[in-house]
């Protein structure tokens, strides 16, 4: 063989000799120990993987190399921590394996706020990557994305308002926070939440203080919830006058979200496709938000259930007053809604001072001025349509609510006080199926803020499961 073919052959085998993986320079195998072996869809991969329950051990190891060959081969290798987000894979955590003798072992943490997929593997220092691993903390990976539905604002129920609705269409946005799992499952289930006045949808959904977000707590225990910004409210910000809409219209407007949860028309990516349809939906509303939801239940019945929170028709002295001044306000001094202008709305509580009275009860400072802070004005055509609304309210709920209520509320809610919420749960759903009354201690108004927050999203969490959501 000519000696330049020779030579030719030689160095080719030399670059291949050199390309080629071996045992040594291959990345390792990383073990999980922890929880139980099971078989999952995570981010969009079914895999074998590690279920663990929160606050439960979960530890990952490698086995050092066999040989110095092996050792030096993993200088400047690492183990990479990724966590789902949206399907798809972000890095959460590195850590340095390098050439060590012993077996590299470390925790991974499990607790409530680290729910989610994971992929563990090994990563040499020219890239290649080792067999994955995955895990699986509490529910798995939590999407978290904004939602919109169009509605028309309009008024088909049979509680009169005071002036018409506008009948334009409008694009009601929001957020749905729940398990990849629960939206991946064959009948798929959620719970719609309407918030009070006073408050937009940060009242469910409240980030400023680490573990207030009621949200995103329940799906950490496995519920899908969307919570909306209702039209009207500032922080929706396209109704351009503030007597354009009413509470039998916002009744309305909360049907139409069901209708749109169930039909599968609800726009928003949660990352591998779009919003599911629903197989069940459930309504709650907070305080005026509880009346909107009763009107809507009552009038439509498309909830498979209703939650009425911090609400009952019998409001307190304070509430009459305090909504007597806001509808006061609405006549004589309207005030615009402080994000585009927009005449006719007023503050249910005209001082800061005012508001902390009706809704606090021993409630972290940080809470009470973030929420303080945060807190809006509403539309005058809400508040000034809660009376004659109330007077049907009374009759409607005895006659036409048949699906299965909750009525939860505070020991110490100074505008809708004990025992009024027992009156409520004995005497306003006689069709209902089931109604089941829950009081909480040392509660104020504003259920999702005070120190005894998690007891509301726990007696929540019970009922949404015993519901099937």
């Given at each position: 063989m000519p000696s330049r073919v020779l030579a030719l052959l030689l160095t080719s085998g030399a670059v291949l000799a050199a390309a080629a993986p071996t045992a040594a320079s291959a990345a390792p195998r990383t073990t999980l120990t922890g929880g139980s072996a099971a078989t999952a869809a995570v981010c969009g991969t079914t895999a074998a993987v590690r279920r663990v329950a929160t606050g439960a051990a979960l530890r990952l190891s490698v086995a050092p190399a066999a040989s110095a060959r092996g050792r030096a081969a993993?200088?400047?290798?690492?183990?990479?921590?990724?966590?789902?987000?949206?399907?798809?894979?972000?890095?959460?955590?590195?850590?340095?394996?390098?050439?060590?003798?012993?077996?590299?072992?470390?925790?991974?943490?499990?607790?409530?706020?680290?729910?989610?997929?994971?992929?563990?593997?090994?990563?040499?220092?020219?890239?290649?990557?080792?067999?994955?691993?995955?895990?699986?903390?509490?529910?798995?990976?939590?999407?978290?994305?904004?939602?919109?539905?169009?509605?028309?604002?309009?008024?088909?129920?049979?509680?009169?308002?005071?002036?018409?609705?506008?009948?334009?269409?409008?694009?009601?946005?929001?957020?749905?926070?729940?398990?990849?799992?629960?939206?991946?499952?064959?009948?798929?289930?959620?719970?719609?939440?309407?918030?009070?006045?006073?408050?937009?949808?940060?009242?469910?959904?409240?980030?400023?203080?680490?573990?207030?977000?009621?949200?995103?707590?329940?799906?950490?225990?496995?519920?899908?919830?969307?919570?909306?910004?209702?039209?009207?409210?500032?922080?929706?910000?396209?109704?351009?006058?503030?007597?354009?809409?009413?509470?039998?219209?916002?009744?309305?407007?909360?049907?139409?979200?069901?209708?749109?949860?169930?039909?599968?028309?609800?726009?928003?990516?949660?990352?591998?496709?779009?919003?599911?349809?629903?197989?069940?939906?459930?309504?709650?509303?907070h305080s005026l938000g509880g009346f909107i939801a009763q009107v809507s239940q009552y009038s439509f019945g498309s909830a498979d259930a209703l939650a009425v929170v911090s609400y009952t028709d019998v409001p307190s002295p304070f509430a009459l007053t305090t909504f007597a001044v806001a509808g006061a306000d609405c006549v004589t001094a309207p005030r615009p809604n402080g994000t585009t202008g927009a005449p006719n709305y007023a503050a249910f509580g005209r001082t800061d001072a005012d508001f902390a009275a009706g809704h606090f009860h021993d409630i972290d400072p940080a809470v009470a001025a973030a929420t303080l802070r945060r807190r809006n004005v509403d539309a005058c055509g809400d508040l000034l349509s809660a009376a004659q609304g109330l007077v049907v309210d009374q009759v409607a709920t005895r006659t036409a609510i048949t699906s299965p209520v909750l009525v939860i509320s505070g020991q110490d809610d100074v505008l809708f006080s004990p025992p009024t919420n027992q009156l409520q749960a004995n005497t306003a759903y006689p069709r209902s199926r089931e109604v089941r009354l829950v009081e909480l201690p040392d509660t104020g108004h504003a259920v999702t803020l005070g120190r005894t927050h998690e007891a509301f999203r726990r007696a929540m969490d019970a009922w949404l499961t015993d519901q099937g959501a």
């Open positions: 993993r200088k400047g290798s690492a183990v990479v921590v990724e966590r789902c987000d949206a399907g798809v894979w972000k890095p959460l955590r590195t850590i340095t394996l390098g050439a060590r003798r012993r077996t590299m072992s470390a925790v991974i943490g499990t607790s409530a706020s680290a729910t989610g997929d994971l992929r563990v593997r090994t990563r040499t220092r020219t890239g290649s990557h080792g067999p994955p691993v995955y895990a699986r903390i509490g529910v798995g990976e939590i999407v978290d994305v904004p939602i919109s539905v169009p509605v028309v604002n309009r008024n088909r129920t049979a509680t009169p308002c005071l002036g018409a609705p506008d009948g334009k269409t409008y694009t009601v946005k929001g957020s749905l926070v729940a398990p990849r799992a629960t939206l991946d499952a064959a009948r798929p289930a959620v719970a719609l939440y309407l918030h009070g006045v006073g408050y937009s949808s940060f009242f469910f959904r409240f980030g400023d203080v680490p573990g207030y977000d009621y949200g995103l707590e329940q799906a950490r225990a496995g519920h899908a919830s969307v919570v909306i910004d209702r039209l009207g409210n500032p922080s929706n910000g396209q109704l351009g006058d503030g007597n354009a809409t009413c509470i039998p219209a916002q009744a309305d407007m909360a049907d139409q979200v069901i209708g749109a949860l169930r039909s599968g028309k609800v726009s928003g990516s949660t990352g591998r496709d779009g919003v599911p349809a629903f197989r069940r939906v459930v309504l709650a509303g």
